[in-house]
């Protein structure tokens, strides 16, 4: 039986940078809120989509997350993305409170709380580069681009490719891969 | 059985030294194959490993187990992987795959979980890797699989044990063949000279070989020192024949003598006897006495010769006299045996530098040899000639000839051509071996011309000459002995030997001269300081004060004898150098001739200045 092969500079840097990380989240054991599990969706989704190159007005223009009428997503988000970088972009947030003024945002998020708008929301930005996240149990229905669904105790995504064309983005596969289901487009 | 032994050792050591090398290498390629075998499935598995951190991102991202653990059932399609466990940041078990079915949830992981880490043990393998997303850790992935390591580890060690087995049985081949090539001749040389040693037969050789030089310059030298052997030991054989024959010849040649001596004594004693026949006794007495001593004299030059302790003492003489004497000499002899003994010489002087007693035995042993083997009625000539800067002597007789393989053996000591005792007075061989070392001595040359058995034969001397004008009146000029005034001295003889002093005595004073005979050297001593004699012969080995004492105690005594004459049995250079340091004018070896004595005391006569070269018998 030969001993552990771990080099210990190395071992030292894995123990010091998981200390670190374990900072913007949850340690380990502890069992994540569920705003907290949204917010980590919320800005890990950018890294999966493409969306159409005149949506940035610069190269190294953030990312805008909208979020609506989630103040606890909205919270931990801010926390969350505070000096991360998604795909070289910063991300930003912006608190979006009135459903008929929409900022320009690449991402927007749509609370449980204004479900009952959402179609309205989501026909607003129909057309436009912009991931659309719901979280209803009603769905992609309402015609958001991904919807989050607690299925088993664990919070999972649902996609919507005809939503996704509509939106001009294009979801990643890799993201299609753990969606637990897929709208696929009507031929 | 020694080159059995030999080869056993040879094999051994040489099996033993491929043994050991192909084991090491054995042992170090297993240990090769070992690491680079582990280290190729290490990065195999973290590459597999990789792959899985790599899909199962998404997956771990946003929670989706399923799809999780279906790229881990991708798995199953790499036969070494057993288990696959995905952990997600919280380090709960997020994804596990179990490749032979059984729950994959029991997979022990005594591994951290949250670092990157390999573990081998014994044909296990695990590894930890990290699934890493846009530079944050989102879990870890855990991989066991197992490998055919000892399996592999197995084959190649049958592989390399049959490897070193070739490998021995061949260097036991190649080495065997080489080790013949070595040990083969070796055990024939060992046998050879086993059997040398048990037979006694030098005539055995080694078998040649030509398989290496170091070997070959063995066996050569090997059967070179047999060679050797032989030939020393056929030489050694034939010297004891030569030896045996020559002690029965010498004997044979002193007996002669005696006979006639043994007469003679005989006639002697009777008191009636007629002059004419006592006369003639006398004759018999002092012939075969010469005859004996000039024997014995020979061989002493012979081994003088052979030991390098003959020197010369040159002088200019002359050809003519010498060669002259050497036939007045023999004269007697020829006559007696009915021969015509011719000398044919030059009116010219002959000077050559040489040593005229040496020159003359040379010419009196090549007569002696002519009268020898030359029947009745036979021819002797005697030529001496000059050649240009040679001076040549000639002697040949119509005698018994030699044969042509014959003359060069008979220059060889003891060689005879007829070795038949029964032949009267044969001599011993010595003759011919010692004048031609004298001639050689004195530069020149003597061969022989035989035109065979019964044809006569020829010996030809040659001496360089020496030039004309170089030429003057030497002191080789014979001492004409007057016979006048020499009687009446005083003498002296010291002798311990009472009857050769007597017999001495009687003879001296039947030529006139007053003697007195003692027996020691202190009366000897005494004598010659009261007695005024005028010369003492002294012997060198007396009782009491040997003759060197006398002589030297003599040399500045007042009224010593004038003359002091050593007598004795040594007569070797370095004896007759010891007289003259001791004092002594000269020195007679005994047994001398009277008439050489008679001559040394005719000199003494004249007055002392001039008496006539003292050095004349000292170097």
Not at chain 2, 197 to 205: A, V
Not at chain 2, 249 to 270: D, G, Y
Not at chain 2, 413 to 434: H, M, P, S, Y
Request: aromatic residues 4%.
């Amino acid at each position: 039986m030969r001993p552990l092969r771990a080099d210990s500079l190395g071992w030292g840097i894995a123990m010091i940078a998981a200390a670190l990380l374990s900072l913007g989240r949850p340690a380990a054991g502890q069992v994540a809120s569920d705003a907290q599990v949204k917010a980590a969706y919320l800005h890990k989704f950018p890294g999966f989509v493409e969306w159409p190159a005149d949506s940035f007005a610069t190269p190294g223009a953030p990312i805008l997350i909208g979020v609506l009428d989630a103040e606890a997503v909205y919270d931990e988000l801010s926390r969350q993305v505070s000096g991360r970088m998604v795909k070289g972009r910063s991300v930003e947030i912006r608190r979006v409170h009135d459903a008929a003024s929409l900022p320009t945002v690449h991402v927007l998020y749509i609370g449980s709380e204004a479900h009952r708008d959402a179609a309205a929301v989501l026909a607003q930005v129909s057309n436009r580069p912009v991931l659309t996240v719901t979280n209803t149990k009603a769905g992609l229905a309402p015609g958001a681009v991904l919807n989050l669904v607690e299925i088993g105790g664990r919070i999972r995504v649902e996609a919507s490719l005809p939503a996704a064309a509509n939106n001009r983005l294009k979801l990643s596969s890799r993201l299609l891969g753990v969606a637990s289901r897929v709208v696929e487009a009507t031929p | 059985m020694k080159a059995r032994a030999l080869r056993a050792q040879l094999m051994r050591a040489s099996l033993l030294t491929t043994a050991a090398a192909l084991l090491l290498s054995a042992g170090l390629m297993l240990g090769y194959e070992y690491f680079s075998f582990r280290g190729e499935r290490e990065r195999d598995l973290r590459a597999q490993a990789e792959l899985v951190a790599r899909a199962v991102v998404p997956a771990l991202l946003f929670s989706d187990a399923k799809s999780a653990e279906l790229h881990l059932g991708s798995l199953r399609a790499k036969p070494g992987v057993r288990r696959a466990v995905v952990y997600d940041m919280t380090g709960s078990r997020f994804a596990a795959f179990k490749a032979d079915g059984g729950s994959p949830e029991e997979t022990p992981s005594p591994l951290p979980w949250n670092a990157a880490a390999t573990r081998h043990a014994g044909s296990t393998l695990e590894l930890v890797y990290p699934v890493d997303h846009d530079g944050e850790r989102v879990g870890m992935v855990y991989l066991m699989a197992q490998h055919d390591i000892a399996a592999r580890i197995a084959n190649y060690a049958a592989i390399l044990s049959g490897v070193v087995l070739a490998g021995l049985a061949l260097a036991w081949i190649v080495f065997g063949r080489l080790q013949r090539v070595v040990t083969d001749p070796l055990s024939a040389v060992t046998r050879v000279a086993q059997q040398v040693m048990d037979q006694r037969d030098w005539r055995l050789r080694a078998p040649v070989v030509t398989s290496s030089e170091e070997i070959q310059v063995l066996v050569d030298s090997f059967n070179g020192m047999l060679t050797e052997m032989e030939a020393a030991q056929a030489q050694l054989l034939a010297a004891d024949r030569k030896k045996d024959v020559f002690l029965a010849t010498l004997a044979h040649e002193l007996r002669n003598p005696l006979a006639p001596m043994t007469n003679a004594v005989h006639m002697l004693q009777r008191p009636t006897l007629a002059p004419a026949m006592r006369e003639k006794s006398h004759d018999i007495l002092a012939r075969q006495l010469r005859h004996v001593v000039r024997l014995i004299d020979d061989l002493l030059d012979v081994s003088r010769v052979a030991t390098g302790k003959l020197t010369l003492q040159p002088e200019q003489v002359d050809m003519t006299a010498i060669v002259k004497a050497a036939v007045e000499l023999i004269e007697p002899v020829a006559r007696d045996r009915r021969l015509l003994l011719k000398a044919h010489l030059p009116q010219v002087p002959c000077p050559v530098l040489g040593d005229s007693a040496r020159l003359q035995q040379v010419f009196s042993n090549l007569l002696t040899n002519a009268c020898r083997y030359t029947p009745a009625d036979g021819r002797i000539d005697v030529t001496l000639e000059v050649v240009g800067e040679q001076v040549s002597v000639s002697v040949s007789d119509t005698g018994i000839g030699i044969e042509p393989s014959m003359q060069q053996a008979v220059f060889e000591l003891f060689e005879q051509v007829d070795k038949r005792l029964e032949r009267g007075n044969t001599g011993l061989g010595i003759g011919l071996t010692l004048a031609r070392q004298l001639v050689l001595l004195h530069g020149g040359t003597l061969s022989l011309t035989s035109e065979g058995a019964g044809r006569g034969s020829r010996f030809t001397v040659t001496l360089p000459r020496v030039a004309e004008a170089a030429l003057v009146a030497g002191p080789g000029d014979p001492v004409t002995p007057s016979s006048a005034g020499s009687a009446g001295l005083s003498l002296l003889i010291a002798d311990d030997n009472i009857d050769f002093a007597l017999s001495m005595q009687a003879i001296l004073e039947l030529q006139g001269y007053e003697v007195q005979v003692v027996n020691d050297g202190e009366l000897a001593l005494k004598t010659c300081l009261t007695a005024r004699k005028d010369v003492a012969i002294l012997d060198i080995g007396m009782p009491g004060l040997n003759g060197y004492d006398v002589a030297a105690r003599l040399r500045d005594a007042p009224g010593r004898p004038r003359v002091l004459i050593a007598a004795s049995g040594w007569g070797r250079l370095e004896d007759k150098a010891k007289a003259q340091a001791a004092g002594f004018d000269h020195h007679l070896t005994k047994p001398f001739e009277f008439d050489q004595l008679i001559a040394l005391l005719e000199t003494v006569q004249t007055p002392l200045g001039t008496t006539a070269r003292p050095d004349a018998i000292f170097p």
